[in-house]
C-alpha cells in the first residue's frame, strides 16, 4: 500500500469503482464544520493525530493536552432527547454539534 513512504494509490490495478468512491469521500473539513471554538479544535486535534509518520504525529500524551480536551461542553438534556428521537424516527444520527 505504501511505496518508498508514499501511498500507492491510485495505481495500474486500482479499479474505477474505487477511485470513484475515495473521489466521492468527505474531508474532516466538510464532515465537522468549523462553525464554533469546539469544532475548530476537535478538527485541529484529528488532523494532528490522523498522520501516518509517527515522527510527525503527535503523542497520546500531546493529545490528551490539547485545548479540545479542556473545553466544557454543557448539555442541558436536549441533546439526549435529539439521538433517542432520531433513533425512534429511524433516521440516522447527525454529527454531534455540527
Known amino acids: 500500500y505504501f511505496n518508498r513512504g508514499k501511498l500507492d494509490y491510485p495505481n495500474q490495478a486500482t479499479s474505477k469503482a474505487s477511485k470513484k468512491y475515495v473521489k466521492a469521500m468527505k474531508t ?45 461542553l454543557v448539555d442541558d438534556g436536549s441533546e439526549a432527547a435529539r439521538i433517542k428521537r432520531s433513533r425512534v424516527e429511524g433516521r440516522p444520527e447527525p454529527l454531534p454539534y455540527a
Open 28 to 72: 474532516l473539513k466538510d464532515i465537522i464544520p468549523s462553525t464554533n471554538d469546539f469544532n475548530k479544535q476537535f478538527l485541529d486535534l484529528l488532523q494532528k493525530i490522523f498522520v501516518y509518520d509517527p515522527k510527525s504525529r503527535m503523542s497520546a500524551k500531546q493529545a490528551l493536552r490539547h485545548p479540545w480536551f479542556k473545553q466544557s
